[in-house]
């Protein structure tokens, strides 16, 4: 179920972000024997995408198959008979090199939708595991100067003043104790269980607004620094 939250990011904040540098956090060894150390490329799952029959392709039959797939896809209710026309005789001109336009685009949906699943889906294999992953602090709620819940993000800035990561990329938190917050740069590490939950967060800030969409949810056990 997706559920819809606004996010007023002060100034304070903006500025943080516009100074600092956006990098990815390494991981180091957990502390206790069973938590399980979490980098980011693990939150993704393994999706087979198969083989890619496009890469065979040259750049006129890729042009090809997209003008005919806008025609006779795209644009099929308002496509005018020259439009027609047009995609018949690229049809035959593929068929005539061996192609099957349909069985190309058939596989165009295969592949895109093995993309999204990879870049959207949760990773089955580290839900409900006690694990331990680090991250950067985007705040949705305060409660003075600290913060109770939050999007943890892979890098300073995501979401704000870039483009936001994949689903399976956001973290979306739940700390009713509340962890007392420096500033979004500041790193932390967060070790609870991860379950899967999409959730859609309105990010309102200084030149815009932006839908951002998480994929994992985590009421933590506890909130420390990275260091």
């Given at each position: 179920?997706t559920?819809?939250?606004?996010?007023?990011?002060?100034?304070?904040?903006?500025?943080?972000?516009?100074?600092?540098?956006?990098?990815?956090?390494?991981?180091?060894?957990?502390n206790?024997?069973?938590?399980?150390?979490?980098?980011?490329?693990?939150?993704?799952?393994?999706v087979?995408?198969?083989?890619?029959?496009f890469?065979?392709?040259?750049?006129?039959?890729?042009?090809?198959?997209?003008?005919?797939?806008?025609?006779?896809?795209?644009?099929?209710?308002?496509?005018?008979?020259?439009?027609?026309?047009?995609?018949?005789?690229?049809?035959?001109?593929?068929?005539?090199?061996?192609?099957?336009?349909?069985?190309?685009?058939?596989?165009?949906?295969?592949?895109?939708?093995?993309?999204?699943?990879?870049?959207?889906?949760?990773?089955?294999?580290?839900?409900s595991?006690?694990?331990?992953?680090?991250?950067?602090?985007?705040?949705?709620?305060?409660?003075?100067?600290?913060?109770i819940?939050?999007?943890?993000?892979p890098?300073?800035?995501?979401?704000?003043?870039?483009?936001?990561?994949?689903?399976?990329?956001?973290?979306?938190?739940?700390?009713?104790?509340?962890?007392?917050?420096?500033g979004?740069?500041?790193?932390?590490?967060i070790?609870?269980?991860?379950?899967?939950?999409?959730?859609?967060?309105?990010?309102?800030?200084?030149?815009?607004?932006?839908?951002?969409?998480?994929?994992?949810?985590?009421?933590?056990?506890?909130?420390?620094?990275?260091?």
């Amino acid at each position: 179920m997706t559920t819809w939250k606004r996010l007023k990011v002060s100034s304070f904040f903006v500025f943080a972000l516009a100074i600092s540098i956006s990098v990815p956090l390494c991981l180091t060894k957990a502390n206790a024997s069973d938590q399980r150390n979490l980098g980011w490329a693990d939150l993704v799952p393994e999706v087979e995408m198969g083989s890619n029959p496009f890469e065979d392709l040259d750049y006129r039959q890729k042009n090809d198959l997209v003008t005919l797939y806008r025609i006779e896809v795209t644009d099929a209710e308002s496509a005018n008979d020259f439009a027609r026309s047009q995609a018949s005789k690229i049809r035959a001109k593929l068929v005539s090199s061996g192609l099957d336009p349909d069985w190309l685009f058939a596989e165009r949906e295969r592949l895109m939708k093995a993309h999204e699943r990879r870049f959207s889906a949760p990773n089955p294999e580290v839900l409900s595991q006690n694990v331990r992953v680090p991250g950067y602090i985007l705040p949705l709620e305060m409660d003075g100067r600290f913060v109770i819940e939050f999007l943890l993000v892979p890098t300073v800035g995501a979401c704000v003043h870039t483009p936001p990561p994949a689903a399976n990329q956001l973290i979306h938190v739940h700390y009713p104790d509340g962890y007392p917050i420096r500033g979004m740069y500041d790193p932390v590490w967060i070790m609870g269980e991860l379950q899967a939950e999409r959730q859609t967060e309105l990010v309102t800030y200084s030149d815009g607004q932006r839908n951002v969409e998480s994929a994992y949810v985590m009421t933590p056990q506890r909130i420390e620094q990275y260091r």
